[in-house]
């Protein structure tokens, strides 16, 4: 079997949104597909801590809203970050609401398409909702947002930390938690990720190289300081023809590995036999070796 075939598959980025009573909230999620073209019918599938995936399963319709390459990190840090059963999500949020009462977002999304569950399978940790499309409306012509393309442009980069400093950093929003250690029963503050998904970075203070060049014939003298009576060997100035020069030593090349599910990076010169996802749990098999120019 060529497992490089699974390579072809995407994944994008959405809003699945529920009301229960009066209660509005969402979610992200990065699986929402079509299944069926006649009966019009899609598949979601949410975790099922997620206060979203409760609202439906009593409920029985949902909206999702698909989400562009301009959605802005704030977006992601209110549905994805935090939980509908401490925090009102809709508060700010420019909305609309369809025909079937539930909302869905008017800014940062492309398209909306509305559900009515047929059926729920349990995947142990996540339920997917099998449901007929009752309706459904575009929105513009913004390119769908993918989950790698999140990870390479939307979630920033986390600030490096100073030299020498031992750091933390949540590879779920990039969050930088500074310390020799992480506690184990740590969780992030902004998207609620245990240890597990942190990775150490420690700034190494960058050497620098000085070195001496004659202004009269480029020979070059490697040095932290040049001799008073120093002669060039080639063309027999002294010191004071001489310029000083300070270059940072290049730093080695780190290996990256990239996750072509949903574009973690590993890095590291291999990747572990046994190693797995932090993000999406796959294997190694979905690992791509990221080749230096």
């Not at 075939?5 to 699945?16: D, H, P, R, T």
């Not at 090349?253 to 190693?275: I, K, R």
Request: glycine share 6%.
């Amino acid at each position: 079997m060529d497992n490089k075939a699974m390579y072809k598959l995407s994944y994008g980025l959405f809003v699945l949104f529920a009301r229960e009573g009066e209660k509005d909230n969402g979610c992200i999620i990065n699986t929402a597909t079509q299944v069926t073209d006649s009966p019009l019918r899609i598949a979601v599938t949410v975790i099922k801590n997620n206060l979203t995936h409760d609202m439906i399963h009593h409920t029985g319709v949902f909206n999702v809203s698909i989400l562009t390459e301009k959605t802005p990190f704030s977006l992601f840090q209110k549905f994805g970050f935090q939980s509908g059963r401490n925090a009102d999500k809709m508060e700010g949020t420019v909305f609309a609401r369809a025909d079937n009462g539930v909302a869905y977002l008017t800014e940062d999304s492309n398209a909306c398409i509305s559900g009515k569950v047929i059926s729920e399978t349990d995947l142990g940790t996540h339920t997917m909702f099998i449901a007929d499309v009752t309706d459904a409306v575009t929105l513009s012509e913004e390119p769908s947002t993918t989950y790698a393309y999140y990870q390479s442009h939307i979630k920033p980069a986390p600030k490096a930390p100073a030299a020498g400093k031992v750091s933390w950093v949540c590879n779920v929003c990039g969050y930088v938690y500074e310390g020799e250690e992480l506690p184990e029963d740590y969780v992030c503050p902004l998207c609620d990720h245990g240890p597990a998904f942190f990775d150490k970075v420690v700034e190494m203070p960058k050497e620098k190289k000085t070195s001496w060049v004659c202004t009269v014939c480029g020979y070059v003298y490697e040095g932290e300081e040049l001799p008073e009576d120093y002669i060039c060997p080639l063309c027999d100035h002294g010191a004071s023809y001489f310029e000083k020069i300070e270059q940072t030593v290049a730093e080695p090349e780190v290996t990256e590995w990239v996750c072509t599910v949903c574009g973690y990076v590993y890095e590291g010169d291999e990747l572990p036999e046994d190693y797995i996802c932090p993000l999406c749990d796959h294997g190694v098999a979905y690992f791509q070796k990221l080749e230096m120019d």
